[in-house]
């Protein structure tokens, strides 16, 4: 109740923040600027005491609240519940606001300083305030009574359980990865804010400066949140790579690699003053791709083109969100050709020997990339809007094609445009600075060409990737003493030929076979030998799940376990998976649980009530059934499972002992069981419940199937078998350590460009206090502090 | 003519290209049984399980074999090389990518279709607690 009036008046507060904001512009109203500004700071404040109260909401069960039990559920350890708070569309939608309150509000003295406050932030607020719409119209606060009104629920009403998080989320990358990836989306804003503040301020040029370290940041914690991403999907999920060309994937790359294409254009831009309007044109891009993957993930129009699995959220929702996209477009597209006319270009005839010339190539083949998954992504939905034919989604030929060839230009463009100079590069110098890491190239592809990267598509893509890491290395070692915050430069560009390299070696050269492992048989594939030792349930205090790990022993040196789990979340109808991973820097070793089965024929009775018959792994012993124990399904109320027991007696040498032998029956059709086998007292022989046969007209008269283990005789024990997939992925950690660099160099690069800012800033404030002594509460002074 | 322009253009124009090409190359058609068996091109044919047949994994030579009705109402056996695919009994519908030869299907990708798989409805309100927590 509380967090849903809450939001509303955010929504309120947000309004009134960006129009004081953008009225402040006419004459430069300082008291409408402070009226913008307070009403920011309410909206912070007022999203930190919403979100306070919805984690207040899933900490304490709250059920009543329709999200907190569609999301969550008593038995999550802290860590889950947590991310329960936006594993659902609302909660979300609530993180992303926050995230951009939060960023909002540490910008403000930085646009202060900068005297971009009232621009910049008008539009922030109307970013956020758009967010908060879409809260108001679909916020986590709802009760279930509301949301379900047509069942006839009773107001009030609490329910006993929540629904639980999905078990494919049930680790702990669901406590960093979305807050990350959320963070990259919401500091997306803040280049389009200053682009569309400098077209309004008509200041072409200087904005860049200002925007580049927190262009840079967008690009830097975007790219971390979408390895994180990976990361998981190899390490948990067991998709088998790091990258699938899934369009949830796709959805944040696009935004990511327009952010990318952007820091190169502003740097163009610095140094030339030449791409004015590209540079604006693109930070428009970058925000709106965020929405247009909002759109795409949150809107369902790719229910069917995805394995990540969505939930319609109405058509109230898609047309909100189409409604988003349309303002920023035309806001961004009305005011570029308003007044992006009238801006004054540098010189844009570069030459072709500048480092200007090859950069802008590089970003233009960077936004190819973008377009590539943009259109390849985006084909089911323009068939739907148009439509035409329903088709599949786009297959991951087509991006792994096509980006062979930008790899391909990308670590050549990388390797040339680090060796130019600005304005123009004489050929000697560049022959010169080029030969070392070319001849190292060539040598290093040679190597890589008998080692065994003969396809030669792959072998191109190898030299060029070698070419940018040794350019990136000399240029690396020629900096990091002098100058080392430039040296960011090297290190992120470094990183892209790690990348591309580990690309090359994992997307081309793994190896996977299907593997039959009956348990304790060795069996040797890719190398290596695979032994199945044996499989262990764990979380067994976790009823509403089944858990098994498959112990894996690899070349008698470590146990993999991968894990096949059964829950209750889709009523143990298909298992959950995790793969089981050997880690290495030459290579891992990933195991992929495929099926399970039994083979080996234990001796079996068929009985029905009353009958006898001997023991058939010890005739001295008869068994007579009894009849049937109903009572554990009397007292089951899970409709999924049904246990039930066998009444026995067993008789030796006169003595009669009576037992009840119990199974569980599960799954589809109750096909799958889990016997709890009986020992025969002072024997090695166990009893188990293999199968019931029903009887249609008498349950009682149904038919069991008893099976007779020897624990002395192996020959009488079923064995498990486990099928995997079993793949040999080399230099796997190139990829990872490819991005990490990646993401460092982008951060370095920040520090970089702040301190030029700040350098900058005081030789004004020098410039200024010659003049005159500085005002209190003059940006000045905030800087001098 | 600016230089730039004649580059841009340039870049653009290989990109479509390579693009259209691409995006020609791997693409396949949704299509029904009856196409797929006259064309014996690569398809994706959308149907359902027929689960009254018999539906068997063979986990020696990796084969998973079941029969599907496309959505004409026509049946085919599906022969496919692996391992029964996750979520297959839950699956509202199935989409078969492969080539349909000698009146078997040749699967070489299966996907599942499970709509509102993770949806949740009013049902779930009257659940009971979670036991042993």
């Not at chain 1, 540098?346 to 973008?370: D, H, P, V």
């Not at chain 1, 003595?655 to 599960?666: E, I, N, R």
């Not at chain 2, 078969?96 to 499970?114: F, N, S, Y």
Request: one cysteine or more; aromatic letters at 12%; glycine letters at 8%.
């Amino acid at each position: 109740m509380i967090g849903q009036i809450l939001i509303n008046f955010l929504f309120a507060s947000a309004i009134v923040s960006s129009g004081a904001y953008f009225l402040s512009l006419r004459g430069n109203d300082l008291r409408l600027r402070t009226l913008g500004r307070s009403f920011l700071l309410v909206v912070f404040g007022g999203m930190l005491i919403a979100s306070a109260v919805l984690l207040y909401n899933i900490v304490t069960h709250d059920f009543r609240y329709t999200y907190v039990q569609s999301y969550s559920s008593e038995n999550l350890p802290w860590y889950l519940l947590v991310a329960t708070f936006y594993s659902g569309q609302e909660g979300s939608f609530m993180l992303w606001t926050l995230l951009t309150s939060l960023i909002g509000v540490s910008l403000l003295p930085y646009v202060r300083r900068h005297q971009y406050e009232s621009e910049v932030m008008g539009f922030f607020s109307l970013i956020i305030m758009f967010l908060l719409l879409m809260l108001v119209a679909k916020s986590p606060f709802a009760y279930v009574w509301e949301t379900y009104a047509a069942n006839g629920i009773a107001e009030g009403f609490m329910p006993q359980a929540g629904r639980g998080l999905n078990p494919l989320l049930q680790n702990g990358w669901i406590t960093i990865h979305p807050p990350i990836l959320f963070t990259g989306f919401a500091s997306m804003s803040v280049p389009f804010a200053f682009a569309m503040a400098a077209l309004i301020k008509r200041d072409f040029h200087h904005w860049v400066k200002v925007a580049l370290p927190w262009t840079l940041f967008a690009a830097g914690i975007l790219g971390f949140g979408i390895m994180l991403g990976g990361f998981w999907a190899y390490e948990t999920l067991g998709w088998g790579g790091f990258w699938a060309w899934d369009p949830v994937e796709n959805s944040s790359l696009i935004p990511w690699l327009v952010c990318v294409a952007l820091v190169h254009t502003m740097l163009t831009q610095l140094k030339t003053k030449g791409l004015v309007r590209t540079n604006i044109v693109l930070a428009l891009a970058a925000f709106v791709f965020v929405l247009y993957s909002t759109f795409l993930t949150r809107s369902g129009v790719l229910g069917d083109s995805s394995v990540h699995s969505f939930v319609d959220p109405g058509m109230f929702a898609y047309i909100l969100l189409l409604v988003f996209i349309g303002t920023f477009v035309l806001i961004g597209l009305g005011l570029i050709v308003m007044r992006g006319r009238k801006a004054e270009f540098g010189n844009l005839n570069f030459k072709f020997t500048s480092r200007e010339f090859t950069l802008s190539i590089g970003a233009a083949i960077i936004m190819i990339s973008a377009m590539f998954v943009f259109f390849g992504t985006s084909w089911p939905v323009f068939h739907d809007l148009l439509g035409l034919d329903k088709v599949a989604a786009t297959t991951p030929d087509f991006y792994n094609k096509t980006h062979l060839y930008i790899a391909m230009a990308i670590g050549v463009i990388n390797a040339i445009s680090l060796i130019q100079s600005w304005r123009a590069t004489p050929g000697k110098q560049f022959v010169r600075r080029m030969l070392l890491p070319f001849g190292l190239s060539i040598a290093a592809t040679v190597a890589s060409y008998v080692l065994g990267i003969r396809d030669l598509r792959f072998t191109a893509l190898a030299f060029s990737s070698f070419l940018a890491l040794f350019v990136n290395l000399e240029l690396f070692g020629r900096m990091v003493v002098k100058t080392p915050l430039q040296a960011g430069t090297f290190v992120a560009h470094f990183g892209v030929a790690l990348l591309f390299l580990g690309i090359i070696t994992t997307a081309r050269y793994t190896q996977t076979e299907h593997l039959r492992l009956v348990q304790g048989e060795p069996v040797r594939a890719l190398g290596h030998t695979f032994t199945f030792v044996g499989k262990e349930q764990v979380e067994k205090h976790f009823l509403d799940r089944e858990k098994w790990q498959y112990h894996v022993r690899v070349d008698d040196k470590e146990i993999l376990k991968p894990v096949l789990y059964w829950s209750d979340y889709n009523q143990r109808q298909s298992a959950f998976l995790e793969p089981g991973i050997s880690w290495g820097f030459v290579r891992d070793v990933y195991v992929t649980p495929k099926a399970t089965e039994t083979v080996g024929d234990p001796p079996m009775l068929t009985m029905k009530k009353t009958q006898t018959m001997a023991v058939p792994l010890d005739t001295s012993y008869n068994i007579t059934m009894v009849g049937f124990d109903m009572s554990a399904m009397m007292q089951n109320t899970d409709a999924n499972k049904l246990r039930m027991g066998v009444q026995v007696d067993i008789e030796h040498n006169g003595q009669t002992s009576s037992h009840v032998v119990y199974t569980t029956f599960m799954g589809e059709q109750m096909a799958s069981r889990l016997p709890s086998p009986v020992q025969i007292p002072n024997t090695s022989y166990w009893i188990s419940f293999d199968k019931l046969i029903p009887n249609r007209e008498s349950l009682g008269q149904s038919q069991v199937v008893l099976a007779f283990v020897d624990m002395n005789n192996p020959a009488t024990q079923p064995k498990d078998v486990f099928v995997i997939e079993a793949s040999v992925k080399p230099l796997i950690g190139l990829v990872w350590i490819g991005v990490i660099l990646m993401v460092a160099g982008f951060f370095v690069s920040i520090a970089r460009r702040v301190g030029d800012l700040k350098r900058e800033l005081s030789r004004k404030a020098t410039a200024s206090g010659e003049a005159k002594t500085p005002v209190p509460n003059s940006p000045v002074r905030v800087e001098a502090e | 003519m600016k230089p730039r322009y004649i580059i841009g253009g340039l870049i653009a124009a290989v990109a479509l290209v390579v693009g259209m090409y691409s995006l020609d190359a791997s693409k396949i058609a949704y299509s029904d049984l009856t196409y797929a068996e006259q064309s014996g091109k690569r398809v994706q044919v959308k149907g359902v399980w027929v689960k009254e047949e018999p539906t068997d994994y063979d986990s020696k030579a990796n084969r998973f074999t079941f029969t599907m009705q496309d959505t004409t109402g026509r049946n085919v056996r599906v022969v496919y090389n692996d391992a029964r695919p996750n979520n297959f009994e839950l699956a509202q519908s199935i989409v078969v990518k492969g080539r349909l030869e000698g009146g078997v299907m040749h699967a070489d990708q299966i996907l599942t279709k499970c709509p509102s798989k993770y949806e949740g409805n009013a049902d779930d309100l009257h659940k009971p607690a979670a036991p042993g927590v």
